[in-house]
């Protein structure tokens, strides 16, 4: 096992780190991860900002899509909403990583008994495989646009992206990804604001059990539980100070929120075209409502969203259990193989994609009660984070976020029973 990096003080009371690992030849760490997927050159090793760009993946749009498909814009209002939870918690996680220099996973490990301890690996490789299963779904559908049936889609898929990263060549692949998935976002927002805003109301409330699992989905697909662990790792292997980790929060969490917005408006213009539980008539919902051209860029957009959570995020967490258990780094590929293997026969197996993808957005709201409990007590420990340590407003606001995000699951679930 790699040695954990140490932050000790200096005489003037700045820390130090360790020399940066040597790269090896898979690439398989965050730090290769975070050396290739370079954030604006003002924000310039905030991590925080790739989280918020992969954390618009496959499931976090068809989530969206969804909710204007469903009730068009009544839930923006709640999206708008998220941005404050979804800063706080991803600002504790930065803030872990910027002042202790290790991920939530390692200090789970170091800082708790290790029966504790390992109910992060747990909550960790469940949220991988959840998330798995969702991208997949996503490129599934993605690509139905295209008339691929998923028998086809999915084994292609899987191929694909453990090939990539078995070379460990996928640099110039994700910069791509994130290219094309957000020119499509845009692309299609254009084309929304082509056509005009459509006269409704932003603020909507219903007591329909449909309303409150979007709600739900919402959440789970905006504080996803691989953010926490993959932000506090990736800003302690590129040094990130405070400063930079809050303020690419900050600015991320506002971006990616806009653009959920934007995808509720384009799922707004298919209202009442197709059955968010069984899914059935989305490809002809979206050619129909769209156009055929632009239903291919949404096509392409879910399959590119998806791949670069595929190959990037999930191996952040993949990273995350290596940390928590306290394998050898070496253990990573075949962690990820093992976790993203069961996931390509679940689609195939419940061909109700829309209903699987929002299920499973719900389930990470629960999922993340774990690390997210560890992460409140963590930041706010002195003997970890020294005068960085959250209290008064900043604790609060960390708690309050983390008990909102898990009461609208609670919620949805018990009206929905």
Do not use: C
């Not at 301890?117 to 495989?129: H, L, N, P, Q, R």
């Not at 969702?134 to 490129?139: D, H, V």
């Not at 996928?170 to 056509?195: D, F, N």
């Not at 919402?218 to 100070?241: C, I």
């Amino acid at each position: 096992m790699d040695a954990a990096p140490s932050v000790g003080p200096q005489m003037d009371g700045e820390p130090t780190f360790p020399s940066e690992p040597p790269r090896t030849r898979a690439r398989l760490t965050l730090p290769a991860i975070s050396r290739h997927l370079r954030a604006p050159r003002r924000w310039r090793g905030g991590p925080a900002w790739l989280v918020m760009i992969a954390d618009v993946d496959a499931a976090s749009i068809l989530t969206a899509l969804a909710s204007g498909a469903s009730y068009r814009y009544d839930l923006i209002w709640f999206l708008v909403v998220l941005t404050l939870p979804l800063f706080f918690i991803q600002e504790a996680s930065g803030r872990l990583g910027s002042v202790a220099g290790k991920g939530l996973g390692e200090l789970a490990r170091e800082r708790f008994p290790p029966r504790i301890a390992s109910t992060a690996a747990i909550s960790m490789a469940a949220g991988d495989v959840a998330m798995y299963v969702a991208e997949y779904a996503g490129i599934a559908l993605g690509l139905s646009l295209f008339g691929i049936p998923p028998i086809i889609s999915l084994p292609m898929a899987f191929v694909a992206h453990i090939g990539l990263v078995a070379r460990g060549r996928y640099a110039w692949v994700e910069r791509v990804l994130i290219a094309i998935s957000a020119g499509v976002i845009v692309s299609l927002a254009v084309a929304v604001l082509h056509r005009g805003l459509l006269p409704y109301s932003p603020f909507g409330v219903s007591t329909q059990p449909a309303f409150f699992l979007l709600l739900a989905a919402n959440a789970g697909a905006v504080v996803m539980p691989f953010m926490l662990y993959f932000q506090s790792s990736a800003t302690a292997a590129k040094r990130t100070t405070v400063a930079i980790s809050r303020q690419s929060t900050l600015i991320g969490a506002v971006v990616s929120e806009g653009l959920m917005i934007l995808v509720v408006m384009i799922g707004a213009g298919i209202y009442g075209s197709f059955d968010i539980t069984t899914g059935s008539g989305f490809a002809s919902a979206v050619s129909s409502a769209l156009g055929q051209d632009w239903g291919y860029v949404l096509g392409a957009g879910l399959v590119a969203a998806a791949f670069l959570a595929l190959v990037v995020v999930s191996l952040g967490s993949a990273w995350g259990v290596t940390e928590a258990l306290g394998l050898p780094r070496t253990s990573t590929f075949w962690i990820y193989v093992v976790e993203s293997l069961p996931a390509v026969f679940v689609p195939l197996l419940f061909p109700q994609l829309v209903a699987l993808v929002l299920a499973l957005m719900v389930a990470m709201v629960f999922i993340l009660i774990v690390p997210g409990i560890f992460l409140g007590t963590l930041v706010a420990d002195r003997r970890v984070m020294g005068e960085e340590a959250s209290r008064g407003l900043w604790r609060a606001a960390f708690w309050a976020s983390l008990g909102f995000v898990v009461s609208v699951g609670v919620l949805a679930v018990v009206v929905s029973a």
